[in-house]
């Protein structure tokens, strides 16, 4: 734990320099009115985390007693986003932003003159990753009607839709949505956006997902299609959100929801393969948020359904692949479900004359990217999939925009009937906008 602090002091350290940001909320979902106010020519800024973890198990969960008991620790930066928005004129806006994801990932060609006779070897150097996760331009038609052209958030879920660190509690992402959805998701398409009333939506047709990628630990999650430079469009996923902001007598409560649809299998690595079949893919989620006026007490849910149609099918297909492939030989769920609650309150509002904003917080979590397969087909659920994960925590905000964290966290997995799993973390997160013009 002594080498846990010691970490963390460092990353504070370095993170405090960020602090020119104003704001701490950049999200991909802004509405028109937002954008329109928010700068006037250009604006520069980002987020980031960095997280350093002990654990007690290991990686490897396929054994029958779940995973084994190990003692281990972990230190990461899971993601450092640069954002870009430039305004062409009032109307159109340009928005980017570039992530690096667990350091970023690198390759070197080395020439092995001595060793080797001057044989080329080239190497994978690190495990991460560099992804475009927004590049779009807006067209600000109308409050209530605006297009979008591009690389767009997802917002599917409440995470996707408000992904940024300091829009959760705890040091990670909450992991059940993070799971069984790709997180943050990201696919080229158009969008209609705009407000009507106390509701803001946003409709979309996108890229859909490639069904190869499907895998029992985490169900779509891993399903974008990364495969290939050009992404498949020939069956685009539609894609719906709304939240509701106007809650009467209860200000700072907001309501949504969202559905996604595509049909894939004409999407995927090894399209021949599915060219007779279709796996119809349904998911609908329902979220809230409630921020008190004062802002001390803070609370979030959200559920995710999905349904897969014709699972076996796909499972039968997949498995057909050769190991050198790289895509999972393993059953694919029927259907997958996440459910989870959190609650924070700032205890520094109890101290009088100090701006403290100090956040114990409790949050609970289940879900199961197995949750059933298709009947009479042969095809059972894995039970060390299912999780409730219980998590407890801190939240320190030296600023508005910058984020000190520490939690523990209690998985009970298969309801018990396997090995539980715990995890002490500490991290450091920041968001905002560095430059504006």
Known sequence: MKTLTNLMAIGLLACSMTTRAQESDMSSTARASEITEDFTRFRFGGYGEIAASYMDYDWNWVTNVGTNHRNRATISIPRFILAFDYKFSPKWVLSSEIEFEYGGTGAAKEIEWYEENGEYETEIEKGGEVALEQFHISYLFHKSLNFRFGHMIVPVGLTNAHHEPLNFFGVYRPEGETTILPSTWHETGIALFGELGHFDYELQAVSGLDPQAFRMESWIGEGRQTAFEETQFTHPAFVARVNYNGVRRIRGLRLGASFYY????????????????????????????????????????????????????LTSVNNGSSSASGYPNSTVAETAVS??????????????????????????????????????????????????????????YPLPNLV??????????????????????????YIGWFVKR
Do not use: C, W
């Open 262 to 313: 595509n049909q894939p299998s004409k999407n995927g690595s090894k399209p021949s393969r599915n060219r007779d079949y279709k796996y119809p893919l349904t998911i609908v989620t329902a979220d809230a948020q409630y921020k008190s006026p004062s802002g001390n007490l803070i609370a979030r849910g959200n559920v995710v359904y999905g349904h897969l149609g014709n699972s076996a099918r």
């Open 339 to 396: 459910y989870a609650a959190e609650v924070g309150y700032n205890v520094g509002s109890f101290f009088r004359g100090k701006d403290l904003r100090l956040y114990p917080f409790f949050r609970y979590e289940y879900y199961n990217p197995m949750q059933s397969v298709e009947a009479g087909k042969g095809l059972l659920a894995d039970k060390r999939l299912q999780k409730s994960v219980i998590t407890a925590g801190l939240n320190y």
């Open 404 to 429: 000190v964290k520490a939690d523990y966290t209690h998985r009970i997995v298969g309801r018990g009937n396997y090995n539980s799993q715990n995890m002490v973390s500490v991290g450091i997160a």
